[in-house]
């Protein structure tokens, strides 16, 4: 099976612009997760989708949103970015449940400027 | 992806030693813990979990110990090699549907 797919790979944008990652999950998994990792704060949960509804969210400012679609395939969005929001955003996805046995994407690395 | 982690705790192991990598976690109420591997360059990988009900659990060449009295969670290599050089993350989850929550992750180098 193919891996977690997340396009795109790199990002540059400036302050105030907004931007929208995309995650394709393995083959047949419904629950996709999203999580911001930067040095300074680590691995941070942001939401978590299942069946197309948000099942859980992190304490993130509502610049941050994400949705999935009817094939599992999931977006999220930042608009009005902040130097702040330079980070690796990571996807991951699992067959039911999200955390055990999570398959992670390689992430998008968004430098804000 | 890349690992990031600049300032992480750094485990120095020689190849072939035994390696333990520790974890002090937050939430009694955690049911689950998971341990991830994150190697330069990719997401986070999946290594092995324990439920809060047992206190020792193994898999292939790793093992993982719960301490729920002390809040305490460990990963322990068998026989280190160059491979598992890389960022280990613990995590916990309250139950199966509940957000998971990172450690900060330590760095382990495995040296010849």
């Known amino acids: 099976k193919a891996g977690v797919t997340q396009t795109p790979r790199y990002l540059i944008k400036t302050r105030g612009q907004q931007v929208t990652l995309s995650c394709s999950p393995i083959?047949?998994?419904?629950?996709v997760s999203w999580y911001q990792q930067t040095p300074g704060q680590g691995l941070q949960f942001l939401f978590e989708?299942?069946?197309?509804?948000?099942?859980n969210k992190g304490n993130f400012p509502g610049r941050f949103s994400g949705r999935q679609f009817s094939n599992s395939r999931s977006e999220m969005n930042v608009s009005t970015l902040e130097l702040g929001d330079s980070a690796l955003y990571l996807c991951?996805?699992?067959?039911?449940?999200?955390?055990?046995?999570?398959?992670f994407g390689p992430g998008t690395r968004l430098t804000v400027t | 992806g890349e690992s990031v982690g600049l300032h992480l705790p750094t485990l120095s192991v020689q190849e072939g030693d035994n390696s333990i990598i520790n974890c002090a976690y937050s939430?009694?109420?955690?049911?689950?813990f998971i341990w991830y591997k994150q190697e330069s360059g990719k997401g986070p990988q999946f290594i092995i979990d324990i439920r809060s009900n047992m206190d020792k659990r193994q898999g292939q060449r790793v093992t993982v110990l719960l301490n729920k009295t002390v809040k305490h969670l460990s990963l322990q290599i068998a026989a280190t090699q160059p491979g598992d050089s890389a960022v280990y993350f613990c995590?916990?989850?309250?139950?199966?549907?509940?957000?998971?929550?990172f450690g900060a992750g330590t760095q382990v180098v495995v040296t010849p």
């Open positions: 083959s047949g998994h419904r629950s």
């Open positions: 989708y299942f069946s197309e509804t948000q099942r």
């Open positions: 991951a996805s699992s067959l039911w449940a999200p955390g055990r046995e999570q398959y």
């Open positions: 995590a916990e989850k309250k139950n199966s549907w509940g957000k998971l929550q």
């Open positions: 939430n009694s109420a955690s049911d689950y």
